[in-house]
Nanobody
């Protein structure tokens, strides 16, 4: 059973930066596609970034491309999301998720098998 725990969320001013971390345990983390999702009140959960098993391939939707960077350190069983130039519309609960292979372009939350509890990111204007 894979368990994911996010950390690093908080309150930041517009234009600022945050780095989220996701620690994995109980599974073969190095073989999983990892993704970050976010969900704001009244909004659907949306993919922010995804990374392949090896970390060589990354995917960013238009909402985060150019501002966010996903990375992973398989030796530490950890995936990161570096968020720069944050905007108030980035305010949401951010979730770490994993799935057993497949495409990094799979942007539906139902395609991911394992989820963290989420961490709140609030960007003030």
């Amino acid at each position: 059973q894979v368990q994911l725990v996010e950390s690093g969320g908080g309150l930041v001013q517009a234009g600022g930066s945050l780095r989220l971390s996701c620690a994995a345990s109980g599974g073969t983390f190095n073989n999983y596609v990892m993704g970050w999702f976010r969900q704001a009140p009244g909004k659907e959960r949306e993919l922010v970034a995804a990374i392949s098993w090896t970390g060589y391939s990354r995917y960013y939707p238009d909402s985060s491309k150019g501002r966010f960077t996903i990375s992973r350190d398989n030796t530490k069983n950890t995936v990161y999301l570096q968020m720069n130039s944050l905007k108030p519309e980035d305010t949401a609960v951010y979730y770490c998720a994993g799935k057993s292979g497949g495409s990094i372009y799979a942007n539906k939350s139902r395609l991911y098998d394992y989820w963290g509890q989420g961490t709140q990111v609030t960007v003030s204007s």
